[in-house]
């Protein structure tokens, strides 16, 4: 059983980045997926989730209108796209799944953003 969140790296400001958020050995669809970060010096943040039952989708008021989260039940994969990027959302970005019976995390990802 794994969880891994990939697609980071180093973007100027006001540039995208598409982070992925796979899953191995179990269906991510009967989870919750949240996407959190942790700044250097800072705790770990909620940054957006998705529900299991209809979708539904939240975010944090930082990243609201830039940030869309989504599933791929094909690819058993949840993504985060992130637009108009800036320096602040520079952090090591991690994704969480969670129900009544599991919760995983899974290894972060580096997300840089400078010029």
């Known amino acids: 059983v794994q969880l891994q969140a990939s697609g980071g790296g180093l973007v100027q400001p006001g540039g995208s980045l598409r982070l992925s958020c796979a899953a191995s050995?179990?269906?991510?669809?009967?989870?919750?997926i949240g996407w959190f970060r942790q700044a250097p010096g800072k705790e770990r943040e909620g940054v957006s989730c998705?529900?299991?039952?209809?979708?539904?989708?939240y975010y944090a008021d930082s990243v609201k209108g830039r940030f869309t989260i989504s599933r791929d039940s094909a690819k058993n994969t949840v993504y985060l796209q992130m637009n108009s990027l800036k320096p602040e959302d520079t952090a090591v970005y991690y994704c969480y799944a969670v129900n009544r019976v599991a919760s995983y995390w899974g290894k972060g990802t580096q997300v840089t953003v400078s010029s």
């Open positions: 050995g179990f269906t991510l669809d009967y989870y919750a």
């Open positions: 998705i529900s299991s039952s209809d979708g539904s989708t």
